[in-house]
């Protein structure tokens, strides 16, 4: 069933039976102190504004039987999945695959590199892990959502300009339809984040729908409010049977 969400540049129609929430990289490395984030100079704090609204999308979405995927971004322990001109970014001492408070900064297996408590994800929810930026990029994604039928991703998670952007535009040049959850996005920078939802929206939603977790929310319990009861079988159905 179609509901209207309202969303810039205009309302988007979405079917949540074909849809998917799409959680990116919501990690100890990016949020918490210590981690990646902070090493690049970033001020961590600015990204805990997703934090709720996440979660209640979160709640919403597997109350609604939703689809949700997580992602995080990092490398093999022996960063043999890095290229050099991404390891060798920032100062030496903070780099990727060198040792933080958290464990190895960015290197999968190493708490950092896992996803903050309050989101954790059930054992029926992919999480993929990721090398780039994009979500797409060297990863069964696409494959996971075409499988499952899935034509439109609800997409939060940070940052709004950096992983969340690059998986908003490899999402649809693939043909999805990306509703990006404007609040449940942050940045460490908050005027990129304003631009980077502007970005998406602009031009006719160049490359996607820009909308808040409560429209989501609210459009959801619309849907299953007016989803049609399960046929009651009549007297005679059920002496003929
Ligand atoms: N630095 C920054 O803003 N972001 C990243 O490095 N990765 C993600 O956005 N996940």
Request: proline fraction near 7%; aromatic fraction near 4%; charged fraction near 20%.
């Amino acid at each position: 069933m179609q509901c209207q969400v309202p969303a810039q540049p205009e309302p988007l129609a979405v079917d949540f039976r074909r849809s998917a929430l799409l959680i990116i990289d919501m990690q100890r490395d990016f949020l918490e102190p210590h981690g990646f984030g902070a090493a690049l100079g970033n001020d961590v704090s600015l990204l805990g504004r997703a934090v709720a609204p996440c979660k209640a999308m979160l709640e919403g979405a597997r109350a609604a039987g939703i689809l949700v995927l997580h992602t995080r971004e990092g490398h093999r322990p022996d960063l043999s999945d890095a290229p050099k001109t991404k390891i060798e970014r920032g100062a030496p001492e903070r780099r990727i695959g060198v040792a933080g408070p958290m464990g190895r900064i960015l290197v999968r297996g190493e708490a950092g590199h896992g996803i903050i408590a309050d989101l954790q994800p059930l054992p029926s929810e992919p999480v993929i892990d990721k090398p780039g930026k994009g979500a797409f990029y060297q990863t069964d994604l696409e494959l996971l959502l075409r499988n499952r039928g899935i034509d439109t991703l609800l997409i939060a998670g940070v940052t709004t300009e950096v992983c969340v952007h690059s998986t908003v535009r490899e999402a649809n040049d693939r043909g999805f339809r990306c509703l990006v959850l404007g609040d449940a996005c942050a940045s460490y920078h908050p005027e990129f984040h304003e631009v980077g939802l502007r970005m998406i929206a602009a031009q006719g939603a160049i490359f996607g729908w820009v909308t808040t977790t409560e429209a989501v929310l609210a459009a959801l319990s619309d849907s299953q409010a007016a989803r049609p009861a399960a046929p009651v079988e009549t007297v005679a159905e059920v002496e003929s049977a």
